[in-house]
């Protein structure tokens, strides 16, 4: 099972950007979603994530200018995230974590310019 990570591109600094993963219903229902961010060099680290019941989380790097939320209808997944740094420049992934195990997407990636 595989999610499908999309939206990621080339932003300004100071720009805004909206990630979306989607996964199978079956398994976004139950799930806690997350996304990560893997910048060149450096460890995959944990960006934001919510809950099945709604509860989320953010990293110190992107509170108070992100938001992530999900749309069970749909079992997407999004993550907006506002005035864009070239720190954000990397390749994100979602993940989908269940009491079957974790699954993750193919990555999308952002690429802020200053």
């Known amino acids: 099972v595989q999610l499908q990570a999309s939206g990621g591109g080339l932003v300004q600094a100071g720009g805004s950007l909206r990630l979306s993963c989607a996964a199978p219903?079956?398994?976004?229902?139950?799930?806690?979603v997350r996304w990560y961010r893997e910048a060149p060099g450096k460890d995959r680290t944990l960006v934001a994530g919510i809950s099945s019941e709604g509860h989320t989380n953010y990293a110190d790097s992107v509170k108070g200018r992100s938001t992530i939320f999900r749309d069970n209808a749909k079992s997407t997944m999004y993550l907006q995230i506002n005035r864009l740094k070239p720190e954000d420049t990397a390749v994100y992934y979602c993940?989908?974590?269940?009491?079957?195990?974790?699954?993750w997407g193919q990555g999308t990636e952002v690429t802020v310019s200053s």
């Open positions: 219903g079956s398994i976004f229902r139950v799930a806690t």
């Open positions: 993940q989908a974590i269940t009491l079957r195990g974790a699954y």
